[in-house]
Nanobody, 122 residues
Framework: QVQLVESGGGSVQAGGSLRLSCLLSQNFYGWLAWFRQAPGKEREGVACIHDSGSTQYADFAKGRLTISRDSAKNTLYLEMNRLKPEDSGIYYC??????????????????WGQGTQVTVSS
């Protein structure tokens, strides 16, 4: 059973930056992703990355958020810049070795972290 543990969340002012990390309990291959969920809203995909290096981003993330991974450290990252209040929510990392299509949809993933809170104040 793969375990994922997020860290790096916190409170920042609008325009600030945060770097989220997700440590996996074992070597990984395939797809890793970040999702977020705001109060009263559904979980939505932020960005995903394949071990080939291929990435996909939600429109709201393009140009501000960057996903990356360090296979040697079994760690996934999300660099978040120019944060906005609407970026607030719980951020989750997710993993699944093989996904046929739509790797930015939550239903595609089997393994999840517990989440880390991000709060952006105006």
């Amino acid at each position: 059973q793969v375990q994922l543990v997020e860290s790096g969340g916190g409170s920042v002012q609008a325009g600030g930056s945060l770097r989220l990390s997700c440590l996996l309990s074992q070597n990984f291959y395939g797809w890793l992703a970040w999702f977020r969920q705001a109060p009263g809203k559904e979980r939505e995909g932020v960005a995903c990355i394949h071990d080939s290096g291929s990435t996909q981003y939600a429109d709201f993330a393009k140009g501000r958020l960057t996903i990356s991974r360090d296979s040697a450290k079994n760690t996934l990252y999300l660099e978040m810049n120019r944060l906005k209040p609407e970026d607030s929510g719980i951020y989750y990392c997710a993993y699944k070795p093989i996904i046929a299509n739509r790797p930015l949809e939550a239903e595609a993933y089997d393994y999840w972290g517990q989440g880390t809170q991000v709060t952006v104040s105006s």
